[in-house]
């Protein structure tokens, strides 16, 4: 690769180190891997969504010449020990905690629940084992929507809970909200739903796992945004120590949430490994990822809003029902972090938030990028709504609720401080780059002759990280370490929990240890995806940038100065006179004293220095997240409605976000651009569909849409970079917020194309089929 | 099982297959070319597109024993030597991916189309793209590299 010439790779559009490999066909994923003696599983999956179990024969299936060993349920659930969800444990959860096998034992509970998994020569045989297991079932009335499973009436999924109730109701008040609404002039009431779709990597779930009885050692090539997580979850379930499993990764297709810790397939796995004493892989394919890896966001929210005649948002009072599917876990947790960032950038006086979780006869819910992002969509689809019962502007009405920025700054009403907050800026940038009056005029032209386009707008904010808690012991993220180590041949390695699945972490760290150490770029190695080596660690809520970023920054700060003590000694210089530059250490202002770092590292290790020098040119960092702050950022859309066939197009998509200095930008672009178009689709195409028996009905790429090349416009992005906070990290994460905003914006968009026909949007699946019901359903006195 | 004798890459390929084997069951596991990726199995990605006989082909949609006679090219054939062609050199610097899982899909059915199409503009990118699935980008970034490829095509 050639020496990039940058004054500072930090801020620049570095080049990516994984392309060249990627850009090849070398990626190295976990279905590329090949084991000796490796044998490939496929899952007996159910056919009905609910449903006793009342035998399982799978003695056919052992009998195919091919097939290993079939595992039923009852004695995958021999091979391990029970327990909690991984993530829930990890989280702290102390709700309603169903009792279930890895393998369905007594009953079924989602169609494509796996009751037995086929262990064969190749993966092709192990499915033809499948085809050969006879399961009876007895049939259990469905449990398919929320309303029915909030009905004690309904058959509970979970016979020790003994209802449907996976979250049990809790209501938090933040505020005098019975004052608030008492003195509001307007009070709103909406019922706004989000509907269930789903993160679909490319990759799909899978992994190898490898048992070396010898040893007793259990190896587990991942696909995982953890490989830690994934270690204990392996551990916990198998009942073994946890320095006896150790988990691999390489590269990853994508995740957005969905692969953490390790599913019930992965574990179930990694015991038929354990069982046979060789190495089992399974890499579930699509229509598995689509029915049964997990689904997300199906929720619904009645709003209260108290609301001034001049249109001040004082009050919210918001009751929310999640559909966590058949196995909680994220989504049981989800509505603590709804309830928070609910107020988003605007200065409420009153919340009140219920929030109650249940489970249903559906793929269970996972994380999907910003898995709270509901509050955005609600939150900003009423804003509209009021406006345009108000007659104020959809811009106007933000601009007038947005919390200034003071010092001290403004609370959220939930709690935390909106320090260094630009919302304002960044509707005001949306202003200056998109001509609204213009647009305005364009629009009337234009429904002049029978075509609708609509403009909207929408805001958010996230904590990635997050600000300091005011006098908090902790940061706002918790931890991050980082190991670094200058090696003898003057490589600086960086060893990171992180496990990039898309984010480019191998290039992003680089820049920002190569600056602060003063090596090449080139000089720089980001090691990941190995639980020998790397501390512990998860790539999710966008914590990367400030944590990891800023772990790196100060490890190599760090490193370099134990480097120039060693280079002291071997200079004979003090060390407040050296530098670090291109690799090199140099008496300031002399270039001849220049000696390369490798050579520092080759004359540390020698021990020529004597007990009294540290010369092991290794440090173990930690970062707290320093001051943190918010992301967050506008977003704006021109749609164009065909109200003979209900297509909407994308006509143009503006972007102004901040998410602080910027590591690369065309690394930060492309999070934004592909959660934008994550977020279109979740509009437009996408949708985790079942019908009334909870048959799934979008288990193939034809039912259910992605978007595609001609579904996503050209995304026009501008960063805004105001408050820095900290003295030295003000990276900040850009995961999630193109998730977040673009179905509200998008929505918002097309209920003002629509507005002639007095449309109004109370949903966010809106398919060509919806808005022509919406349309016929409207009425044009609105 | 069913003999047949192909090319992949430039390398002659005798074997016998199974029949009911996909082209890019057999590339990946029988030649060991796992740069092909396997997105759907049922024709919608693209991800495991690869050249046959100089059109863009789906192989999870061919069995191996109709490529018989055939001449394949995959991600790891398109530049020799382990270097990168115009398009991927071009892809490189336009920062067109992320998790990398779509790449050698796209990668082989835009270097058919800019074969067939040197002189496309962006929609028509667009278009020829949008039987491939990529969930990370967005897609301005692909398309962008391959504009720029067909720019650097046409000015040497």
């Not at chain 1, 444990?89 to 169609?111: I, Q």
């Not at chain 2, 191996?64 to 990168?84: K, R, Y």
Request: proline share 6%; with cysteine.
């Amino acid at each position: 690769m050639a020496a990039i010439a940058a004054e500072r790779y930090t801020g620049a559009s570095i080049k990516r180190s994984e392309d060249p490999r990627i850009l090849t066909g070398a990626g190295r994923y976990v279905d590329d891997i090949k084991l000796p003696g490796m044998l490939h599983a496929a899952f007996v999956r159910s056919p009905l969504a609910h449903a006793r179990v009342l035998s399982v024969d799978v003695s056919a299936a052992r009998a195919l010449p091919g097939v290993v060993a079939v595992f039923t349920g009852a004695e995958l659930e021999a091979m391990t020990v029970p327990g909690p969800d991984a993530l829930m444990a990890l989280m702290g959860w102390a709700g309603p905690m169903p009792e279930f096998t890895l393998l369905a034992t007594d009953k079924v509970r989602f169609a494509g629940d796996p009751v037995a998994v086929v262990v064969a020569e190749s993966r092709y045989l192990a499915e033809d084992g499948c085809e050969l297991a006879e399961v009876e079932y007895d049939d259990l009335p469905p449990v398919t929507n929320a309303s029915f499973a909030l009905d004690p009436a309904s058959p509970p999924l979970f016979d020790n809970l003994g209802d449907n109730i996976a979250r049990t109701h809790s209501r938090d008040e933040f505020g005098d909200v019975p004052a608030t609404f008492a003195d509001a002039d307007r009070v709103f009431d909406f019922r706004i739903g989000v509907h269930r779709h789903q993160n679909v990597p490319m990759e799909g779930r899978g992994c190898i796992a490898s048992y070396d009885a010898d040893l007793g050692v259990m190896t587990v090539y991942a696909a995982t945004q953890s490989v830690h997580v994934t270690k204990i979850a392996v551990a916990m379930r198998l009942g073994m120590e946890q320095d006896k499993v150790r988990v691999l990764a390489g590269d990853i297709g994508g995740s957005f949430g969905l692969k953490i810790g390790a599913s019930r397939e992965e574990l179930a796995v990694a015991a038929a490994s354990r069982a046979l004493g060789q190495p089992v892989k399974w890499v579930e394919d699509r229509g598995e990822n689509l029915a049964t890896s997990g689904q997300a966001r199906e929720e619904s929210f009645d709003v209260r809003a108290a609301v001034s005649n001049g249109g001040d948002l004082r009050g919210l009072d918001v009751k929310m029902v999640v559909d966590t599917g058949a196995y909680p876990g994220m989504g049981a947790m989800v509505p603590g972090i709804v309830q928070e960032m609910f107020p988003g950038p605007y200065k409420l006086a009153a919340f009140g938030f219920e929030s109650t979780g249940v489970t249903t006869n559906k793929a269970s819910y996972v994380a999907y990028r910003g898995p709270w992002a509901s509050e955005t969509f609600v939150r900003e689809r009423i804003l509209d709504l009021i406006a345009k019962d108000l007659g104020l502007d959809p811009l106007e009405i933000r601009l007038r609720n947005v919390a200034p920025r003071t010092d001290p700054p403004a609370m959220m009403v939930t709690g935390r401080p909106l320090v260094g907050v630009t919302t304002r800026e960044s509707l005001d940038r949306i202003a200056h780059l998109v001509d609204f009056p213009a647009f305005r005029r364009r629009q009337a032209d234009a429904r002049a002759q029978g075509r609708y386009l609509g403009i909207g707008v929408a805001t958010f904010i996230e904590a990635a990280p997050g600000p300091r808690p005011p006098g908090g012991p902790s940061g706002p993220m918790g931890n991050e370490a980082m190991r670094l180590r200058l090696e003898e041949d003057g490589i600086v390695v960086l060893f990171t929990g992180q496990m990039p699945h898309g984010q480019s972490h191998q290039t992003t760290l680089a820049q920002i240890a190569a600056d602060e150490f003063g090596v090449p770029f080139e000089q720089v190695r980001v090691v990941v995806g190995d639980t020998d080596v790397v501390p512990f660690g998860l790539t999710g809520g966008s914590r990367s940038a400030t944590m990891t970023g800023g772990v790196a920054l100060h490890g190599a700060r760090q490193l370099k100065v134990k480097v120039l003590d060693v280079a002291s000694q071997l200079m004979e210089a003090s060390a407040r006179d050296l530098e670090i530059t291109d690799g090199q250490v140099l008496v300031r202002g002399d270039p001849a004293s220049a000696i390369a770092v490798g050579e520092v590292a080759r004359r540390a290790a020698s021990g020529q220095f004597g007990a009294d020098v540290d010369a092991n040119l290794e440090v173990e960092a930690m970062f707290d997240g320093g001051e943190g702050g918010w992301s967050g950022g506008s977003h704006c859309a021109i749609v164009d409605v065909d109200v003979e066939t209900g297509l909407v197009t994308v006509e143009r998509y503006v972007v102004a976000e901040d998410c602080g200095a910027l590591i690369n930008p065309a690394v930060v672009e492309g999070q934004i651009r592909g959660g934008v178009a994550q977020g279109i689709g979740a509009v437009l195409l996408e949708r985790s569909a079942y019908d009334e028996d909870g048959n799934f009905q979008s288990a193939t790429f034809m039912d259910y849409l992605m978007p595609t090349a001609c579904d996503v416009p050209r995304i026009e992005i501008e960063h805004l970079e105001t408050v820095p906070l900290d003295a030295d990290v003000n990276f900040r994460g850009v995961g999630e917020g193109g998730m977040i905003v673009a179905p509200p914006t998008m929505v918002n968009a097309i209920e003002d194309a629509l507005s002639p026909f007095g449309v109004r949007i109370y949903e966010q699946h809106l398919p060509p089929a919806r808005i022509l019901e919406l349309i016929a359903a409207a009425d044009p006195g609105q | 099982m069913v003999d047949i004798a192909l090319t992949v890459n430039g390398a002659a390929w005798e074997g016998s297959p199974e029949a009911r084997k996909t082209l890019a069951d057999f590339l990946r596991d029988d030649l060991n070319l796992t740069g092909t990726h396997l997105g759907c199995e049922h024709g919608v990605c693209g991800a495991c597109t690869v050249i046959v006989d100089g059109r863009a082909v789906r192989s999870c949609l061919m069995l191996a024993v109709q490529a018989a006679g055939s001449d394949i090219t995959t991600i790891e054939g398109l530049a020799p030597d382990g270097g990168l062609g115009t398009l991927q050199q071009a892809m490189w610097d336009a920062h067109s991916f992320q998790c990398g899982f779509c790449t050698p899909g796209m990668v082989m059915q835009a270097v058919a189309f800019l074969s067939d199409h040197p002189d496309a503009d962006e929609q028509q990118v667009r278009e020829a793209l949008s039987g491939n699935i990529c969930r990370c980008t967005g897609y301005q970034s692909i398309i962008d590299g391959v504009l720029l490829a067909a720019e650097r095509n046409r000015e040497r």
